[in-house]
């Protein structure tokens, strides 16, 4: 049974929509990601979901409850904020007990949770301390210290790791799957951030403009995206958006673009003739080898692997990932190929949807996915 | 580098003398004779010392009966200027409705208009209420003039407070009140501190309305009280004013040695950082 759920939610501001028709089921204990741009409507979601905002129309649910007009502090949730929101006047001890406090947890029992709290979250030694007083990771466990003390049914975490530096954001990001593993709690995350999503989401909804574009498995919103939207922005860098048109001809569907040809075979029958959308991740495109002439126009060399840039001729720009060895002088020309099997067809438009069968290769594209990140 | 030093110390120092020296002065008058008292030469620290005046004032004078009411004037504007501001910030920074800043506004235009303007209307409109020449009707029109500062000081301290924190505490449980008391207050403090400093000493010190709205001994505050008592056409009793200015000192000598440390804490930080 969904242990949150939103039902035809819908969130104006005045004459702006910030959130339009929502549908959203997340499954008791999991962890889902709310993954978009600024100003896409993922923090509205959450806010309405913790009760700082309300749904203008439709519900949502916590368990099988109703909450829309129940008070954030009724709803048995607990939330991270971006900027932790530690009340500067208390000390850390006092920060983690006062949802104890607020809720009737006798005096004396207090002290046994938030020592028991601090101890799983290494933060015995700082009790006594103020906010002011830890480092941007202190005050990020208290932050989570304050949401775990007492045992909530769903956690709320908006974009907690954003305020951290690189490394101690990786660090969190682990200890945040563990900690999910551990408690076996239902968690909404929302982040704009799509490597945090993809190494730690069960599941991810990409939204953007109010709207949900896509709500399924990290690997299935890489290897599958939904529509156009979603194609162009999850994966680093980015996948190449070739705008052209679909024909049927003899052999079946062929895309025809700028400078290319291509067969696309498993087209669904939402397919039609005319404008159309070729998405072709970086490492599917196969540089060095194929019909398409180009030349190389950029080379960025991060080690391990070279991002390169090539322009088919009167035509659109194409970015590859090659292994770190393999370099081209620029302006040199290079013949390029698509990796048929990986292509993926749009419709047109800005968030056309997807017109051909998920990959098949899925396992493949996604250990290549890790490695880049 | 040192000369520069020196001439800058030269320059604060100056200043500093410039301010203390009228209060020293002050000091320095109200403790010295009748017949010392424009002695030429004159003598800067006096040759006999008494306390005479201040006897005077307390015991032959009605100056505790102004002293009673000025404290009472004060203390009563400064409650309920800051509990107004405070709550009316409140609404003006979290909650939005429509008119919101325009009412912001109108409330600091009434602060733009010369008391003169105001002071006859408010006066007629207290004597229809029946509070003309009472304690109280001067609590109303130094609210009247009061509260607009104090709200656009407060406004500015409580946009500062972060809305996460109000938010964190309504998620932990807290109702909208309970979040106000446990977690906007505390962090609005040296504000209102300094907001009722303000609002004290500018009580304290008024005149012009005191002068108009009050003309019985028993509701008329120092200000008014001391000059009409003091003060004649013929003669200025200035040892007995010295040592009165001296006694209307005291009390905002008093807050401000323990109010500082807050006063300053507040314009430094205002406690924005989560």
């Known amino acids: 049974m969904a242990d949150v759920s939103f039902q035809r939610v819908r969130k104006a501001f005045g004459s702006f929509t910030a959130v339009s028709d929502l549908n959203l089921e997340i499954d008791q204990g999991e962890f889902v990601s709310l993954l978009g741009p600024s100003g896409c409507g993922k923090t509205t979601t959450l806010r309405m979901l913790a009760g700082l905002e309300f749904p203008t129309s439709g519900d949502i649910r916590i368990g099988a409850r109703v909450v829309n007009d129940v008070a954030p502090g009724d709803r048995d949730i607990a939330m991270v904020f971006q900027s932790y929101a530690l009340y500067p006047h208390m000390t850390v001890e006092q920060n983690i007990a006062y949802p104890l406090k607020k809720r009737g947890v006798p005096k004396a029992e207090r002290p046994a949770m938030v020592a028991k709290t601090a101890e799983l979250l290494h933060l015995s030694e700082l009790l006594k301390r103020k906010p002011k ?37 990786t660090y969190m990001r682990a200890e945040l799957v563990e900690l999910h593993r551990r408690l076996g709690r239902t968690m909404v995350y929302v982040t704009h951030d799509q490597l945090e999503a993809m190494t730690m989401s069960d599941r991810i909804a990409v939204m953007e403009g109010g709207i949900l574009q896509q709500f399924a498995p990290p690997t299935e919103v890489y290897n599958a995206p939904a529509n156009r939207f979603v194609a162009g922005f999850i994966g680093t860098p980015g996948m190449n958006l070739i705008d052209g048109a679909l024909a049927q001809e003899a052999g079946g569907w062929v895309f025809r673009g700028p400078g290319l040809a291509q067969a696309v075979p ?47 001729a009167g035509g659109p720009r194409l970015t590859g990932r090659v292994p770190g060895h393999r370099l081209w002088r620029l302006g040199e020309p290079v013949r390029c190929g698509i990796n048929a099997a990986n292509v993926h067809v749009f419709a047109a438009g800005p968030t056309g949807v997807r017109l051909n069968a998920p990959i098949q290769g899925a396992v493949y594209s996604m250990q290549q996915s890790e490695a880049v990140q | 580098m040192k000369l520069r030093s020196i001439l800058f110390n030269l320059f604060a120092w100056s200043i500093v003398l410039m301010v203390a020296f009228p209060l020293f ?28 005046h201040y006897a005077r004032l ?169 000059m009409n008592m003091l003060i004649s056409s013929f003669n200025i009793e200035w040892s007995l004013l010295m040592a009165a200015s001296v006694m209307m000192s005291v009390p905002l000598i008093i807050a401000f040695a323990f109010l500082q440390s807050y006063l300053t804490r507040g314009f430094g930080a205002g406690g924005v950082k989560g």
């Not at chain 1, 202190?138 to 769903?154: E, T, Y």
């Not at chain 2, 002065?25 to 005479?52: D, G, H, I, Y």
């Not at chain 2, 404290?71 to 504007?77: D, E, F, G, N, R």
Request: proline residues 6%.
């Open chain 2, 58 to 226: 307390l015991y032959d004078t009605n100056f505790l009966v102004y002293f009673r009411n000025s404290l009472v004037l004060s203390t009563t504007t400064t409650i309920v200027v800051v509990v107004i501001a405070t709550l009316g910030c409140y609404s003006l920074v979290r909650f939005r409705y429509r008119g919101r800043e325009s009412l912001a506004f109108l409330v600091l235009f009434t602060y733009l208009l010369p008391s003169v303007v105001l002071i006859l209307p408010l006066y007629l409109m207290l004597v229809q209420l029946g509070l003309s020449n009472t304690i109280f009707s001067l609590v109303i029109a130094y609210t009247t003039f009061a509260l607009p500062y104090a709200l656009w000081l407060l406004r500015s301290f409580m946009a500062g407070i972060p809305e996460d924190l109000e938010n964190a505490a309504l998620v932990d449980g807290a109702t909208r009140l309970g979040a106000f008391r446990d977690v906007i207050l505390p962090q609005l403090l040296p504000g209102i501190i300094s907001t009722a400093l303000f609002t004290f000493i500018l009580s304290w010190n008024e005149y012009l309305y005191a002068l108009v709205l009050v003309n019985s001994d028993n509701a008329r505050p120092l200000t008014t009280g001391v």
């Open chain 1, 266 to 312: 498993d087209l669904g029958p939402e397919a039609t003739s005319g404008a159309a959308c070729l998405g072709i991740r970086p490492e599917d495109l196969v540089i060095g080898d194929g019909p398409i002439e180009t030349q190389v126009r950029l080379i960025e060399q991060t080690g391990h692997e070279n991002i390169v840039v090539v322009e088919i």
């Open chain 1, 133 to 169: 007083q830890l480092s941007g990771g202190q005050q990020q466990r208290v932050a989570l210290g304050r949401a775990l003390v007492r045992d909530p049914k769903v956690f709320l975490l908006d974009e907690p790791l954003s305020n951290l530096d690189a490394k101690l954001r």
């Open chain 2, 25 to 52: 002065w002050m000091l320095v008058t109200s403790v010295k004779p009748q017949f010392e008292l424009f002695r030429r030469p004159p003598t800067f620290l006096p040759e006999t010392w008494t306390f005479e």
